[in-house]
């Protein structure tokens, strides 16, 4: 009795063992691949899953991990892994030393952001997908840098990050990864290089900081002849509007002195009813001789040489008043 009892334990235990291990509980963005009798069979989604014992079983791939230890020195480890990550995954390669166009031995890091969308192709098309990738990436880094210079590589970042994205995702496409992003961390020349490169950016600045003052005493220059040109214009300008109008209150001013002394003239003539020619001429002599004796050192006394016109005029404006009165 106490026989049957130990044999339908070991019974029921390996029942329940047979039976637990049919069971598979996926979880949420993982998957599994099975085998059945070492052939695909299906691939189990996220969820409760019941398979067959002994002839269904999980296929295992190798996976290669990075991590960082306390000192920051990355620590490479591989791993057997029968479920299959369905999440975005960031891959952060170790540095690797490439040679530019130029011939300069410089460092590099990349990260590669890729997810795997086909789990039967990373498991049987690959054997080691992380590891692969990497691989790709560095010979591919290596054609890339390859071809440019090493000033072209620090202003060429974007380039060099979508050609290898698009180097990388063609490549990876039999093996059921879609590479989302690829970036370009570091570049790091060698120390001589680098301190050429300090000294060519700061000559460079010294460079564009005399063209910028020069340019700018050259504006200051030209923008201060053109005040003093602006000024001499208006000042000229000025003086001529000046001048024209002085001209033309004097020439009005003679016209309004002309004027009066026409109505005078006329007025007079009119008063002493006689020939206004007399009387001007005989006004202009007098004028005239007033003029010449006029001065503290004239002693000549001279009568002009039409005299006798004057005397005439003289007796003709003697006949006019007489007449008047």
Do not use: C
Request: aromatic content about 6%.
């Amino acid at each position: 009795m106490l026989e049957f009892s130990i044999l339908a334990a070991v019974v029921f235990i390996f029942a329940v063992t047979f039976i637990a291990s049919g069971v598979i509980v996926v979880r949420q963005a993982e998957t599994v691949v099975i085998e059945r009798l070492g052939k695909y069979h299906a691939t189990l989604a996220s969820g409760l899953h019941v398979i067959i014992p002994i002839l269904d079983r999980p296929r295992s791939t190798t996976w290669k991990y990075i991590a960082s230890d306390m000192s920051g020195r990355q620590i490479v480890t591989r791993r057997t892994v029968n479920r299959i990550d369905l999440r975005e995954t960031v891959y952060d390669f170790p540095r690797q030393n490439v040679i530019t166009s130029d011939n300069v031995v410089i460092e590099i890091n990349v990260v590669i952001f890729y997810q795997v969308i086909e789990p039967m192709k990373v498991v049987y098309e690959i054997a080691n997908l992380p590891d692969a990738i990497e691989k790709l990436s560095q010979t591919t880094l290596r054609n890339i840098f390859g071809d440019i210079s090493l000033d072209q590589t620090f202003v060429s970042r974007d380039t060099i990050n979508n050609k290898l994205r698009v180097i990388l995702d063609e490549a990876t496409e039999k093996w059921g990864v879609k590479v989302n992003r690829v970036e370009l961390q570091d570049i790091i020349p060698p120390a001589d290089i680098k301190q050429a490169m300090e000294k060519q950016m700061r000559a460079e600045r010294d460079r564009r900081a005399v063209i910028l003052e020069a340019e700018g005493l050259k504006q200051s220059a030209i923008l201060s002849s053109e005040g003093v040109k602006m000024a001499a214009i208006n000042q000229a300008d000025g003086q001529k509007q000046a001048a024209i109008l002085s001209a033309e209150g004097q020439a009005k001013a003679r016209v309004v002195v002309a004027d009066a002394e026409a109505a005078a003239i006329i007025r007079v003539a009119e008063a002493i009813k006689g020939d206004p020619t007399n009387y001007l001429v005989a006004l202009k002599y007098i004028e005239a001789l007033k003029t010449m004796v006029e001065g503290k050192d004239n002693k000549v006394v001279y009568m002009p040489f039409e005299a006798t016109g004057v005397l005439s005029s003289l007796g003709g404006i003697k006949e006019m008043l007489m007449q008047k009165n």
